[in-house]
């Protein structure tokens, strides 16, 4: 008998920011190259379904995914399409709701992969910080340069494409104080 897990893949470790309450801190500094990470995915893909063990959702997740080159990024999504293609009628047999590739995100490096995300309708999950008031305080990039800008720019232009998206948002006892 199957067993069914949710594959969250961290393709990198790299972030293009440096939030001030980071748990990876230096960790997030990585640049390797852009090989590889296709292959440890499918290897890891191939190996689970060996063991009988089948993702129903797989999750790109980081450091920052879009970090990644376009040509990486684009062949771990269109990978992650192709499964959801070839395993969606097992999946829905055994009760599961097949989705389209998803991405946890900064939002702040989504331009590069616009094209991506637009023809695989990739689902995205951004993170911020609320009150946006106390944004630019927290998020910055590794230059020490405020994000929200960027980051509400990328935001209209996912409003113009269909996928699915939703935002979660980092607050903390001084965010909360400031709520408004």
Same mark, same amino acid.
């Given at each position: 008998m199957?067993?069914?897990? #949710? ?25 390797v ?35 990644l ?6 062949e ?25 590739? #998803? ?9 590069? #992969? ?6 695989? $309708? ?30 509400l720019?990328?935001? $209209? ?17 001084? #965010? ?5």
């Amino acid at each position: 008998m199957s067993r069914f897990i #949710h594959l969250l893949y961290v393709p990198t470790m790299n972030c293009n920011m440096s939030c001030k309450y980071c748990y990876l801190g230096e960790n997030t500094n990585e640049l390797v190259s852009d090989k590889g990470y296709l292959e440890t995915l499918r290897y890891a893909v191939d190996k689970f379904r060996e063991a009988d063990v089948v993702p129903f959702n797989i999750s790109l997740h980081g450091g920052e995914v879009t970090t990644l080159s376009r040509d990486n990024f684009r062949e771990i999504i269109a990978y992650i399409s192709d499964y959801y293609d070839k395993n969606g009628d097992m999946l829905r047999e055994n009760g599961f709701k097949v989705g389209r590739p #998803h991405i946890k995100t900064n939002l702040y490096n989504l331009e590069k #992969h616009m094209d991506t995300i637009r023809d695989y $309708e990739v689902s995205i999950s951004g993170s911020l910080d609320l009150p946006l008031s106390m944004h630019d305080e927290y998020r910055v990039t590794k230059g020490g340069k405020g994000t929200l800008d960027t980051i509400l720019r990328n935001i $209209e232009m996912l409003s113009q494409i269909d996928c699915r998206k939703k935002v979660s948002a980092t607050i903390f006892k001084e #965010h909360f104080d400031r709520l408004d």
